[in-house]
């Protein structure tokens, strides 16, 4: 029957090798797995209640906390991704008719708008252009207009290469006994975030950026402020088998450099990055340089060309990732990724090599 014919085709099919090109990823994540973590996730198995496993998940714990730069009991790695641990975050922090503010300065402050109103919060959004950050004054006068019972906060806006300050922030917010909720997903281990310090009370990441993990792990972690916070569910007990191999036996690369020498590595690669980009002739997105996020770099796509022609050019010639812009961005930038063992000059140099190529190549309008 013909039937039988599809499936022999499709069975065909999956005896194909795979094929997974070598390519160097320095778009906005995910970013290469070095060596030693893909080796990890070679291992075989173990399962979830071995004795072997607890020890594993107290280090995951630590390892996390030390990220995060936080004490906080409740921190663990949650099996999903960024957009998880947002939910997962706002889940548990929002009820029905809570009163939510959202800075919205880019594509993930408007993506917590649509998942907290589809908890039923009752939104109320601080708006910034992109490409710019809140001030404290700005988010006190949102605070006192709107009392929320939790401010959400982008600090590395990867739609648009920006860092927002965050020094401040929790102490203004619990003075409206308001949480403080950070989305860190692009950010973290590659520019300052301490949590207890700064008084965060969410704050959650992910694995594929800067811990250069593969993607679906989501480490989050909760302040001891129980008053404030609901009853947190947000475990699930299959991801534990899985995870951890990423972690705990192969150190991502903020592990082995320390944290203070992993922001220093990526502010100055940036700085270089930045330098490099200005001298082809690019525009960089971020006016101000202390705003630039040091992991991702947005640059204005030169007038004339076409940034799909660009990243097409320079994936296929030169086996580059870069990528073009997202939300408000899109159509308007090219965003550069360089995060944790990414972050080299030598990287940095193959990617302007690149630029320059494909400026030369890709077709220019004359309009
Ligand atoms: N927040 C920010 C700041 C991000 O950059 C991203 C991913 N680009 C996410 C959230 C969502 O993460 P994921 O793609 O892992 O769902």
Not at 163 to 190: E, I, K, M, T, Y
């Amino acid at each position: 029957p013909q039937t039988g014919y599809i499936y022999l085709f499709m069975f065909i099919s999956l005896l194909q090798p795979l094929l997974v090109p070598d390519r160097l990823m320095l778009g906005p994540g995910p970013s290469n797995v070095p060596p030693r973590i893909l080796a990890a996730g070679g291992r075989q198995l173990i399962g979830h209640i071995h004795e072997e496993m607890f020890q594993i998940m107290d280090e995951i714990k630590v390892g996390i906390q030390y990220a995060f730069q936080t004490q906080n009991a409740l921190t663990l790695a949650i099996s999903g991704t960024g957009h998880c641990a947002m939910e997962a975050a706002l889940l548990n922090t929002v009820e029905p008719g809570d009163a939510v503010l959202v800075a919205v300065n880019g594509i993930w402050g408007e993506r917590a708008v649509d998942v907290s109103q589809r908890l039923g919060a009752d939104i109320h959004q601080l708006v910034k252009p992109a490409g710019e950050y809140f001030t404290l004054k700005e988010i006190e006068e949102g605070l006192a207009q709107h009392m929320p019972s939790l401010l959400f906060i982008t600090h590395g806006e990867s739609s648009t290469g920006v860092v927002q300050p965050l020094d401040g922030l929790g102490d203004l917010c619990h003075r409206f006994n308001c949480l403080l909720l950070v989305d860190a997903v692009a950010s973290l281990g590659g520019t300052p975030i301490l949590m207890d310090q700064q008084g965060i009370d969410i704050l959650y990441t992910g694995s594929q950026k800067v811990l250069n993990a593969p993607p679906g792990t989501a480490p989050i972690s909760f302040s001891e402020r129980k008053q404030l916070v609901k009853s947190v569910c947000v475990t699930s007990a299959s991801c534990r088998s899985f995870l951890l191999f990423y972690f705990s036996p192969s150190c991502p690369f903020v592990f082995v450099q320390g944290l203070e020498n992993s922001w220093k590595l990526h502010k100055e690669n940036s700085i270089y990055l930045c330098e490099g980009l200005q001298r082809l002739g690019f525009t960089l997105f971020v006016k101000e340089p202390e705003a630039r996020l040091p992991t991702v770099n947005a640059a204005w796509v030169p007038s004339g060309y076409d940034w799909k022609e660009i990243t097409t050019f320079i994936l296929n010639t030169h086996g580059i990732e870069i990528s073009g812009g997202l939300g408000p961005s899109a159509g308007k930038v090219l965003r550069i990724g360089l995060m944790g063992y990414n972050s080299t000059k030598f990287n940095i140099d193959r990617v302007l090599h690149a630029l320059q190529d494909a400026l030369q190549h890709c077709h220019k309008s004359k309009m």
